[in-house]
């Protein structure tokens, strides 16, 4: 079956740091998205993306966050000057048939 | 607004038993889905469920929809050991490839 990449898996970055997290969403897929999930809380929703631009953002999604689908396949999430609070794992998900989201991995994001 | 919140937030059963998991929510809604987290991992799409249906099953789910009341409830029966994780309801509001929101989860232990 087809599967959301991410990578890495794991990122360690000092506070002030700019990150890149990356994504292969299912190739057919036309709609992405960016959450959050924070250790044992709930997935926040922080950007969906379509046709090279995005369509919704949330609250969290701020003036540090961007995303960019620099190719055919990758779609990236970068946090410019990560802040403590930016701890959290990351997901990308892909919008297929039917509205049904297919998650990546995650990246455990660690900001020192 | 916080959209989806489940209850019980954990549910601890033993290996046969049903497990019933319940999801309320605020605002109105084109489908909510239920979504399966092992730990450490990614979310995993288990059943959609429309606004004009009242109930599906796949396998050993079920799933309930009360529009009136707001509210779904997921059923597992016969657990397994391997039923053992976190499972999640998300609205999406318009069908239209928008965000699904996401509750906090409810996390389910099913003893051997």
């Known amino acids: 079956e087809p599967e959301v990449t991410q990578t890495p898996s794991h990122q360690v970055t000092q506070m002030g740091q700019e990150v890149i997290l990356r994504c292969v969403p299912i190739s057919n897929h036309l709609y992405f998205y960016w959450y959050r999930q924070i250790l044992g809380q709930k997935v926040e929703f922080l950007v969906s993306?379509?046709?090279?631009?995005?369509?919704?953002k949330s609250e969290i999604f701020d003036d540090q966050f961007s995303v960019e689908r620099p190719d055919g396949s990758n779609f990236t999430l970068k946090i410019r000057s990560t802040k403590l609070e930016d701890s959290a794992m990351y997901f990308c998900a892909s919008r297929g048939a039917l509205g049904k989201l297919f998650f990546g991995s995650g990246t455990q994001l660690s900001v020192l | 607004s916080q959209q989806g919140e489940e209850d019980p937030q954990a549910l601890s059963i033993q290996e046969g038993e049903n497990a019933t998991m319940n999801c309320s929510y605020k605002t109105s809604i084109n489908n909510l889905q239920w979504y399966r987290q092992n730990s450490g991992r990614g979310l995993v799409h288990l059943i959609l469920i429309r606004s004009n249906e009242r109930e599906k099953h796949s396998g050993r789910l079920r799933v309930t929809l009360d529009t009136s009341k707001k509210s779904s409830s997921l059923l597992i029966t016969a657990s397994r050991a391997a039923d053992t994780a976190s499972y999640f309801c998300a609205t999406d509001a318009t069908g239209a490839n928008s965000k699904l929101t996401f509750g906090k989860g409810i996390t389910l232990s099913v003893r051997p």
């Open positions: 993306f379509y046709n090279n631009e995005i369509s919704e």
